[in-house]
């Protein structure tokens, strides 16, 4: 059964910033390239029809390109344990939120539950193994990140993703490609 998720890419020059950023935590799993992006919504295993009619409620939706920027950097932790590295979006006034709200009811069209977690904009930049702890590598790579920021920037296509699970971590093949309109506010405004 395909894994599914749909996410924004940022542009390439966005990307490279953000590699420039990793490194310096022990057994970090560092993101590569192909898999920087911002999810808008987990969709997880579904049946290969209901795959299709993800992708085809997600054609239906319409809604200006984000227009964004990377303002610093945190961490998800669980049971006090930090799990995730992340640079944060900002900017774009409520476009990130609106379009993971069209999208959620996009997958709700195709059969799917409402996402129940509040959306919170980021980039994964590292997931990190139980055996990390509460590693000190961590608290400076925030501290020294915090300022971590772009210029604006347009994320112009929506994006559905099979992700492989396997033992490197997980591989994300884009499926289906689609165009959002023209930003509401250009890139540097």
């Known amino acids: 059964m395909p894994r599914l998720f749909v996410a924004l890419r940022p542009p390439p020059d ?29 969709i997880g295993e579904v049946d290969r029809p209901q795959a299709e009619d993800v992708a085809a409620a997600l054609a239906s939706v319409h809604a200006p390109a984000p227009v964004v920027r990377v303002a610093g950097v945190g961490r998800f932790a669980r049971q006090g344990r930090t ?36 959306y919170m904009p980021h980039i994964t930049l590292a997931r990190l193994p139980r055996s990390a702890g509460a590693a000190p590598e961590i608290a400076g790579w925030l501290a020294a990140h915090a300022g971590l920021a772009t210029p604006a920037f347009a994320m112009p296509h929506l994006m559905l993703y099979e992700s492989h699970l396997g033992h490197g971590g997980a591989i994300y093949e884009p499926v289906v490609r689609w165009p959002l309109e023209p930003p509401a506010t250009a890139p540097g405004s």
């Open 83 to 118: 799990d995730t590295l992340w640079a944060a979006l900002a900017g774009g006034g409520d476009a990130l939120h609106h379009l993971a709200r069209k999208i959620d009811q996009a997958c709700i069209r195709a059969g799917l539950t409402p996402e129940r977690r509040a």
């Open 14 to 42: 966005i990307r490279r910033l953000l590699d420039g950023a990793m490194g310096g935590v022990p057994m970090a799993r560092w993101q590569d390239d192909a898999q920087l992006h911002c999810t808008l919504r987990f």
